[in-house]
């Protein structure tokens, strides 16, 4: 049988209804081993002609020059394929020469939030906040390493058996962890974090339910009035996503220093200045960590500093920072609840190995913190804030904490004020980040559709 007759038939069985189409086992069988002999055959011959110029051109000035490859390697070949196959080999070749092979679709797919590829023969994909496996495959590990050495290669960092953890990004921003063998037990996985060509806006937050028009109001005060805020959340809740949305706010006059592993925040203010952590090289030297580049930062003259994240030791220097003058730093940290953020804070501060009291620690998160904003994932995929808590200070051993806004199904934006005012507004006042009087006055609670008084 032909090859175009069998990618035929394989086309007839992907159309047919799901009782007439072939098992798992056949679909990766001859027709794909075939298909896929062919693609590297011909990826092979375009690689070894072009040669160098693939690592210095643009991928849009070789897209040509590739194609053009590609027509004559299939002539040679004698290969015997209909125009749609055609019009799909090369779609699949090219992506493989110049983008990311099979995940090129995934990527440029606007519904998709991640991809997750669990080995070679495994491909998921998150849309809506709901998780589903797509058909998508490669046709072997080697291929699945091809793409993951063009990820890394990009931003100048190195995967190995050797060193079988990596942090990278695309070029659109998007977060991108690999994991290799030994330390995967399926294969080769990558988990790519996308992150939107346009980033979501305040606004965009309030339309999405993320939160309520009363709550954009107050945080939008409170970041032009520089307040220091910790945005929380459990992995997945989008506090990436609302740190860049609610760091719009910061004034365009302002000095912005960021600090990330892998740079994903898009502040659009005139005077940002990015700073990235380095891995160390393959002489186990040459390491810059969060805490480095916090540090410097203190030198760089900043009106505000940025933290993508903050994981470990660096947490005391970020404190240290905001209690010295300078005002209205952002961050995000994993936590469960409002108060499980500042114990995170604590247990931070204690593995930078200084010689503090539980005490001293929790004295300098009260007097740094003013406001945690934390986010959660409900089951049907949204990402709403949940709590706005406002660190108040110290009693006895104990950091005091205030709700200002609770999440509450049925109101506006999901969240409901508690009717307690706020201590920072006097600071806000004296910053000219003035509020509505009314914005913090509790409404009546909503039960079933009715109104509970």
């Not at 040669?51 to 000035?61: I, S, T, V």
């Not at 495959?137 to 050797?162: H, P």
């Not at 001293?360 to 904003?373: F, G, T």
Request: hydrophobic share 45%.
């Amino acid at each position: 049988m032909k090859l175009s007759e069998r990618i035929g038939e394989r086309q007839r069985h992907a159309a047919a209804p799901a009782a007439h189409q072939p098992d798992a086992a056949a679909v990766r069988g001859e027709r794909s081993d075939e298909w896929s002999a062919m693609k590297r055959r011909v990826h092979e011959a375009v690689v070894a002609e072009l040669g160098p110029m693939l690592a210095r051109r643009e991928p849009l000035d070789l897209a040509g020059e590739v194609q053009s490859r590609l027509d004559a390697a299939i002539a040679a070949g004698d290969i015997a394929i209909t125009p749609a196959q055609r019009r799909r080999f090369f779609a699949e070749v090219t992506a493989e020469i110049l983008g990311y092979g099979p995940l090129e679709p995934l990527l440029a797919d606007p519904t998709v939030s991640e991809v997750m590829v669990n080995g070679p023969d495994e491909v998921w994909v998150e849309r809506s906040g709901l998780l589903e496996r797509c058909d998508v495959r490669f046709d072997d590990e080697r291929q699945l390493r091809q793409v993951i050495d063009r990820i890394v290669a990009a931003v100048g960092r190195r995967v190995d058996e050797s060193s079988p953890l990596c942090d990278a990004r695309l070029p659109d921003g998007s977060r991108v962890n690999v994991v290799l063998p030994p330390l995967s037990l399926r294969g080769p996985c990558i988990t790519v974090r996308k992150f939107p060509e346009n980033p979501l806006v305040m606004d965009d937050l309030v339309r999405l339910g993320t939160l309520s028009e009363a709550t954009r109001t107050f945080l939008q005060a409170a970041v032009l009035g520089k307040v220091n805020i910790v945005v929380s959340g459990g992995t997945g809740t989008g506090k990436t996503t609302f740190l860049n949305a609610v760091s719009q706010a910061i004034p365009v006059t302002e000095r912005i220093i960021s600090i990330e592993d892998a740079a994903e925040l898009q502040l659009h203010q005139p005077h940002v200045v990015p700073l990235e952590t380095r891995p160390a090289n393959a002489e186990g030297t040459g390491r810059v960590t969060v805490r480095d580049l916090v540090v410097n930062a203190l030198r760089m003259r900043p009106d505000r500093i940025v933290v993508g994240e903050v994981r470990g030791p660096e947490a005391l220097d970020m404190l240290q920072a905001m209690n010295t003058g300078h005002e209205g730093s952002l961050t995000t940290l994993h936590a469960n609840s409002p108060r499980d953020a500042l114990s995170r804070l604590e247990t931070m501060v204690l593995m930078a190995g200084v010689d503090l009291g539980l005490r001293a620690v929790r004295d300098q998160i009260a007097s740094a913190i003013e406001l945690v904003v934390h986010l959660d994932r409900l089951a049907d995929g949204r990402r709403v804030v949940t709590a706005i808590t406002e660190v108040q200070g110290m009693e006895a051993e104990v950091v005091v904490m205030q709700d200002l806004f609770r999440y509450a199904p049925g109101s506006p934006g999901g969240l409901r004020p508690t009717g307690l005012r706020p201590r920072l507004l006097d600071k806000l006042e004296a910053a000219g980040a003035t509020v509505p009087a009314g914005l913090f006055v509790e409404l009546p609670a909503v039960t079933r559709g009715k109104v509970r008084r």
